[in-house]
C-alpha cells in the first residue's frame, strides 16, 4: 500500500475553490482531475507571458546558453549570475571553447562564484559533448544525463526549454511550489522522496510548453512562494494551491534541519618580500578550492589555538613556516585582521598573521617558484587579476587591505 504524502483531503475543495475534479493518487498524493489540470495550466502560463522575468538567459533556447544559466544559478541569486553570465559567454562563447579552455583562466572567469566544481564539471561536460556528439549539444534527456554535473534538475530545465521536452524540472523552488498546491508532508531534505514531487511535477507539466512551464514555477517560487515572508494571496495560482486556500502557507514544504557547518581555524599568513609582494599558493593537494591561490593557511584545530597566548602562537606560527615552508619569517606580535566565511558544511575562522621575509627565506622560496617543484608566486595587488581566488581569499586581501590603510592614516 503506497504511503500517504498529504495532510489533506482534496475532495473537501472540489467546487470550493479553483478544484473542479479529481485526478489520480501519484506516489501517495491526490491530485486533482484533467479538467482542472488544464485550467491551471492555463491560468498559470497566461500570469507567465504577463510577469516573467526578462533574464539574458531566456532570450534564446540554445542549450549551451541555457546550460550555463542552469550551472551558475546553482546555489546563487538571479541578480549576481547576470554579470558573470555575461563575461563567461564573452571569454567562452561555444562549446569548444569551454572544452579547450585552460584551467586557470576559467577558474579566474568563475572566481566568487563559489562552487568550483561546477563549472570544472562544465568542462569535462563540454569535452564529452565535443568526442561523443561531435560537438552538439544532445537533443534527449537520456544523453543529456550522461553529461558531467548535470543531474535530473538540470537535465530537465535544459531539456524543457531548449527541446521543448515535456518533463519537471524539480529543484527547491518546484518542490516548495508544489508541496504548498498538494500539502505535501514528504521530507524534501530526503532524497528519496524526490521521486514524489517528480511524479507530480510530471502529471503538472503543460506538454506543449514545457519550457515556460518549468520557467513560470521558478518565477513563482522566487516572488509570491518565496521560503520566507511568502505572499501567497497575490499569487496567481492562490485558488489552486491548498496551502493557501487553508492557511498554512508557512507549515509548507517539510523540511529537517541540516546538520550544523563545523567551525575550522585558520592563520592566513601574510608573507611579504623586499619588493612588498605577498607570497601565494595554489591549493593542489586539497578537495576544497582545489587549483585555486591563497595565501598560505595553517590549520589551528581548535579554537583554544587560536586563542593561544601571543608568545605561544608565534613559536606555533613560525614552527609550522619552517616545516612546511622551510623559512623563519619574522612575525609581527599581534594579527592584522580576522575573517569569516561560510561553506556549505564548514565555517572558516581566519586570523591574519603579517611577517616579513628574510633575505635567504625569500631566495629559498623563489628557488622553489624556479624549480617548478611548488606552486608558489609573489604577488602585488596590481596583479590580482592574474590569479584565480576564492572568495574566501579575496575577504583575506581585503582585510589586508584595511590594515594597510589603517597604517598610512596613523
Known sequence: MTEVNQDIDLSLYINQSAIQDLG????????????????????????????????????????????????????????????????????????KDLAEAKEDQLLKVWEGLGYYSRVRNMQVAAQQIMNDYDGIFPDNLADIKKLKGIGPYTAGAIGSIAFNIPVPAIDGNAMRVI????????????????????????????????GDFNQAIMDLGSSFETPKKAMPELSPLRDYTLAT??????????????????????????????????????????KLLNNLWTAPLIELGTKANQDLPITEKLDFLLAESKQNYGISPIFMRKEIGQVKHVFTHLIWHIQLAYGQLTGEDEQRINMLIASGEEDYAWVAPHQFEDYAFPTVQMKVWQAYENYQEMQKNK
Open 24 to 95: 489520480p493518487v501519484i506516489e501517495g498524493v491526490q491530485v486533482w482531475g484533467p479538467v482542472t489540470n488544464q485550467a491551471f495550466r492555463k491560468t498559470f502560463l497566461e500570469w507567465y507571458d504577463k510577469e516573467s522575468r526578462r533574464l539574458p538567459w531566456r532570450e534564446s533556447k540554445d542549450p549551451y546558453r541555457i546550460w550555463v544559466s542552469e550551472i551558475m544559478l546553482q546555489q546563487t541569486r538571479v541578480e549576481t549570475v547576470i554579470d558573470y553570465y555575461a563575461r563567461f559567454l564573452s571569454a567562452f562563447p561555444t562549446i
Open 179 to 210: 508541496a504548498r498546491l498538494f500539502m505535501i508532508n514528504a521530507d524534501i531534505q530526503k532524497p528519496a522522496n524526490r521521486k514524489i514531487f517528480e511524479a507530480v511535477g510530471q502529471y503538472l507539466v503543460d506538454p506543449d510548453r514545457p
Open 245 to 286: 486556500l487553508t492557511g498554512t502557507t508557512d507549515t509548507y514544504p517539510i523540511k529537517s534541519k541540516k546538520a550544523k557547518a563545523k567551525p575550522v581555524y585558520y592563520q592566513a599568513l601574510i608573507l611579504q618580500n623586499a619588493k612588498g609582494q605577498v607570497l601565494i599558493e595554489k591549493r593542489t593537494q586539497h
